[in-house]
């Protein structure tokens, strides 16, 4: 079976400040994507960044960088400057033909 | 683009009664999910179609629930008959393909009393 695991259901974080979410996965694919989602209070799920397993270079956007470790099924999300509008639930996801998502990391910015 | 579009945001219904939800996927992709979302069990699948076609709907709890996408533009997911136990946040996203990034819509609140 192919699950998703995020250990933290929640973080805080003093604003400007780094924080790091972590996800674990589990697949036996050599070649597969992984995405973290955003979901403010708004509710609506928005992606926050993408990596293909196949490439060895951690993606990166903005502030927003990843942490991927493919043979320790590894997928952590760095937030760097962290704002205010980042606090939201972030969900790893894994898709396989279910896009199987984690439990979810409740991330609070403190002012 | 509009992005995916859902309706209603909000619905409080007695029990009992029949339960539509709508959504408008993105022109262009050709795979549809339906998701469900409770604070108890998190983002569940009920199910996905791919070019209109249901491939698995093994997510969807009973026999209460049924999906259909009559073609590329609209999906509908039904419940009848409602019971509280199925409020939730019910989402539709849609995507290129299967297997790849999701867009989301903004969920349908469904609130059963």
């Known amino acids: 079976a192919q699950t998703v695991t995020q250990s933290q259901p929640e973080m805080s974080v003093q604003e400007a400040e780094t924080v790091t979410l972590s996800c674990t996965y589990d697949t036996s694919e050599s070649d597969y994507y992984l995405f973290w989602y955003k979901q403010p209070p708004s509710r609506q799920m928005i992606l926050v960044i993408r990596q293909e397993a196949y490439k060895q270079q951690n993606a990166t956007e903005n502030r927003f960088s990843v942490n991927f470790q493919k043979a320790a099924k590894s997928f952590s999300l760095k937030i760097s400057d962290s704002q205010l509008g980042d606090a939201a639930m972030y969900f790893c996801a894994f898709p396989n033909e279910k896009l199987t998502f984690g439990t979810g990391t409740r991330l609070t910015i403190i002012p | 683009d509009a992005g995916v579009i859902q309706s209603p945001r909000h619905e409080v219904t007695e029990m009992g009664q029949e339960v539509t939800l709508r959504c408008k996927p993105i022109?262009?992709?050709?795979?549809l999910f339906w998701y469900r979302q409770t604070m108890m069990r998190g983002l569940e699948l009920l199910i996905y179609f791919n070019n209109n076609v249901p491939i698995d709907d093994s997510g969807m709890p009973e026999d209460r629930f049924s999906a259909k996408m009559p073609n590329a533009s609209f999906s509908t997911l039904k419940i009848q008959p409602s019971e509280p136990r199925d409020s939730a946040v019910y989402f539709c996203?849609?995507?290129?393909?299967?297997?790849?990034?999701?867009?989301f819509g903004e969920g349908s609140r469904l609130t059963v009393l």
């Open positions: 996203a849609s995507s290129h393909r299967v297997i790849g990034e999701l867009f």
């Open positions: 022109s262009g992709h050709n795979s």
